[in-house]
């Protein structure tokens, strides 16, 4: 008879806990992080010296970025390897960011920003939808009155009709790293699984988003008095449609808009 404590030890580990690790760090040039922060810093439009607090910061790419453009930046992720990452790459940077390991659904602060920032598709991994309503009312105690909370991930109505797909990345060091992209309708989540090849062999990541709708994530945001005005096709500030492949979302804390626009 095995113990409850056994049970839980036996469970598999949620696949966020290992998929954000070094071969993770190998995918990605991200050669369009500038254009990116660009297209934030246009829509918070803060002054110098504002708080923001970068959700699920990975390896600190945007994080550094807004850092040099004079705010106050503290980046928070449950990766150690990517924080790693991101600590060496401020300091070749001289930028100055602080960075918290932590899982978003234990976000400790109290009205202490004036933004929260949220990219490239970091909500919606729990299984339980629950748990990312759980986030969302710790991104809202987190931000000052009237602070704002920007959203940017795929685009499930563009995503949906583009998927399933395969593809390949070769890289410079001769590593192969094979990708399986899958829309699982029934469940409502984007599953991936990627297969690297190496002179290390053979490793193999899966990853599991929950593919929410516009109005379900405008409804999320509202339980936890965020109120969407604006909502984007992409960082690039284009105009959202159907067939977006980006959603950018732009909220504010305990200020409902008059309507809801979709351009710049």
Same mark, same amino acid.
């Given at each position: 008879?095995?113990?409850?404590?056994?049970?839980?030890a036996?469970?598999?580990?949620p696949w966020y806990?290992?998929?954000?690790?070094?071969?993770?760090l190998?995918?990605? +040039?991200?050669? *369009? !992080?500038?254009?990116? &922060?660009?297209? &934030? +810093?246009?829509i918070?439009?803060?002054r110098?010296g @504002?708080?923001? =607090?970068?959700?699920a910061c990975?390896? #600190?790419?945007h994080s550094?970025e807004?850092a040099?453009?004079?705010l106050?930046?503290?980046?928070?992720? =449950?990766?150690e390897? $990517?924080?790693?990452a991101?600590?060496?790459?401020a300091?070749?940077? @001289?930028?100055?960011?602080?960075?918290?390991?932590?899982?978003?659904r234990?976000?400790?602060?109290?009205?202490?920003?004036?933004?929260?920032v949220?990219?490239? !598709?970091s909500f919606?991994?729990?299984?339980?939808p629950?748990?990312?309503? *759980?986030v969302l +009312?710790? &991104? +809202?105690?987190?931000l000052?009155?009237?602070?704002?909370?920007?959203?940017?991930?795929?685009?499930?109505?563009? =995503?949906?009709?583009?998927?399933? @797909?395969q @593809?390949?990345?070769?890289?410079?060091?001769?590593? &192969?790293?094979l990708?399986?992209?899958?829309?699982?309708?029934?469940? #409502?989540r984007?599953? !991936?699984?990627?297969?690297?090849?190496?002179?290390?062999g *053979?490793?193999?990541?899966?990853?599991?988003?929950?593919a929410? *709708?516009?109005?379900? =994530?405008?409804?999320l945001?509202?339980?936890?008095?965020?109120?969407v005005?604006?909502? $984007?096709?992409?960082l690039?500030l284009?105009a959202?449609?159907?067939?977006?492949?980006?959603?950018?979302?732009?909220?504010?804390?305990?200020?409902?808009?008059e309507g809801?626009?979709?351009v710049?």
């Open positions: 008879m095995t113990t409850p404590e056994a049970e839980v036996q469970r598999p580990k806990e290992s998929f954000f690790g070094p071969d993770y190998k995918q990605y +040039a991200h050669t *369009t !992080t500038l254009q990116e &922060v660009e297209g &934030v +810093a246009k918070l439009h803060l110098p @504002s708080r923001v =607090l970068d959700l990975g390896a #600190g790419r550094i807004l040099k453009r004079g106050e930046v503290v980046g928070y992720d =449950l990766s390897p $990517l924080l790693k991101a600590r060496a790459a300091r070749k940077a @001289s930028a100055r960011v602080t960075f918290v390991h932590g899982d978003m234990d976000l400790p602060y109290h009205g202490e920003f004036d933004a929260v949220n990219l490239f !598709t919606g991994y729990f299984e339980d629950k748990d990312d309503r *759980t +009312a710790r &991104v +809202a105690r987190a000052k009155a009237r602070g704002k909370f920007l959203m940017e991930r795929f685009n499930r109505e563009s =995503l949906a009709t583009s998927l399933p @797909s @593809s390949w990345q070769v890289r410079d060091d001769r590593s &192969v790293i990708y399986e992209d899958t829309f699982d309708i029934l469940r #409502g984007y599953e !991936t699984r990627q297969i690297v090849i190496d002179r290390e *053979t490793r193999e990541h899966r990853a599991s988003v929950r929410y *709708t516009f109005p379900e =994530l405008k409804e945001f509202e339980e936890a008095g965020l109120f005005h604006r909502v $984007l096709g992409g690039d284009a959202y449609t159907a067939r977006s492949r980006r959603i950018v979302l732009y909220a504010v804390k305990g200020l409902e808009p809801i626009r979709t710049w």
